[in-house]
């Protein structure tokens, strides 16, 4: 069965230093989803991928989180400089372009 | 006040019960309801997906939404002590844009 790739699953940083998280969507699907879940609430979306285009980063810290999905498959995202605040399960979903949504195992961040 | 109100428990019942799991919400847009479950440092699964009002049922599960009380229900019957688990509902105005979750209810079935 197809699934959702993420990594790395668990990431310890500093404080100011920078991380990236990386996705593989499931093959075919051509919408992306990051979505920030913080222990004990649901799933935040950060920012909406249509292949390679940005539709949704309305949520998205842009003065230190980028994201990236180039040729319209991966997408990278990346925090510059992390904060403590920013400890949290980082997931990814993808979808066909109407449809339901697949969640990945997520990346657990957590800063010092 | 949140779109999306999820009570996030702990529910606890004894095997074999129904679970009964509910949200509520405040947009009136929203079309598409979901239900997830999601085991402890795991992604969201998707149990259940429907559009507009109406019952669905899968196995166990039975989903149910109420557009006109905007309040939808997520049953679980002979539960198992593999359903301990937190339940996310979700829903959306359209059919790709993004999910508005609730916070989620922590599921506990005891043998």
């Known amino acids: 069965e197809a699934e959702v790739a993420q990594s790395p699953r668990y990431k310890i940083t500093e404080k100011s230093q920078a991380v990236a998280f990386w996705c593989d969507p499931i093959s075919g699907h051509a919408t992306l989803y990051w979505y920030r879940q913080i222990l004990g609430q649901g799933p935040e979306l950060l920012v909406q991928f249509q292949d390679e285009s940005v539709v949704d980063d309305s949520q998205l810290p842009k003065d230190r989180f980028s994201a990236e999905r180039l040729k319209g498959v991966d997408s990278t995202l990346k925090i510059q400089p992390a904060e403590l605040g920013d400890s949290a399960m980082y997931l990814c979903?993808?979808?066909?372009?109407?449809?339901?949504?697949?969640f990945g195992p997520g990346t657990r961040l957590t800063v010092l | 006040q949140k779109e999306v109100e999820q009570d996030p428990g702990p529910l606890s019942v004894p095997e074999g019960a129904i679970v009964s799991l509910n949200c509520t919400y405040s947009?009136?847009?929203?079309?598409?309801f979901m239900w997830y479950r999601q085991y402890s440092r795991k992604g969201p699964e998707l149990l259940m997906y429907t559009y507009s009002s109406g019952n669905k049922e899968d196995g166990r599960f039975t989903a149910q939404v109420d557009k006109s009380s905007k309040y939808i229900s997520l049953f679980i019957r002979d539960s198992q002590p593999s359903d301990s688990a937190t339940y996310l509902c979700?829903?959306?105005?359209?059919?790709?844009?993004?999910?508005?979750f609730g916070a989620g209810t922590q599921v506990v079935v005891t043998p």
């Open positions: 979903a993808s979808s066909p372009s109407r449809g339901e949504q697949f």
């Open positions: 947009n009136s847009a929203f079309q598409y």
């Open positions: 979700a829903m959306r105005s359209d059919s790709w844009g993004k999910l508005q």
